[in-house]
């Protein structure tokens, strides 16, 4: 199987890292509207979480990109 170029993984990433930065900021926002502010670790630790689960989350359901996919 060839890799993929570097414009087709862009391609297939788009729009999960789209989703992926629209969870992280809405996640950020109720959370400051509910809860209150933050300090900064615990919101990059909010965003690590997202950043690191959201790919797992997207294979369990079937959406990931094939570049995401484990050989």
């Given at each position: 199987?060839?890799?993929?170029?570097?414009?087709?993984?862009?391609?297939?990433?788009?729009?999960?890292?789209g989703?992926?930065f629209?969870?992280?900021?809405?996640?950020?926002?109720?959370?400051?509207?509910?809860?209150?502010?933050?300090?900064?670790?615990?919101?990059?630790?909010?965003?690590?979480?997202?950043?690191?689960?959201?790919?797992?989350?997207?294979?369990?359901l079937?959406?990931?990109?094939?570049?995401?996919?484990?050989?």
């Amino acid at each position: 199987m060839a890799m993929p170029s570097t414009a087709e993984k862009v391609r297939q990433l788009a729009p999960h890292w789209g989703v992926m930065f629209a969870v992280m900021f809405v996640t950020l926002a109720l959370i400051e509207t509910f809860i209150g502010s933050l300090a900064f670790w615990q919101s990059l630790l909010i965003v690590f979480v997202i950043a690191f689960g959201y790919p797992v989350v997207a294979r369990a359901l079937g959406v990931a990109p094939e570049v995401w996919q484990r050989p």
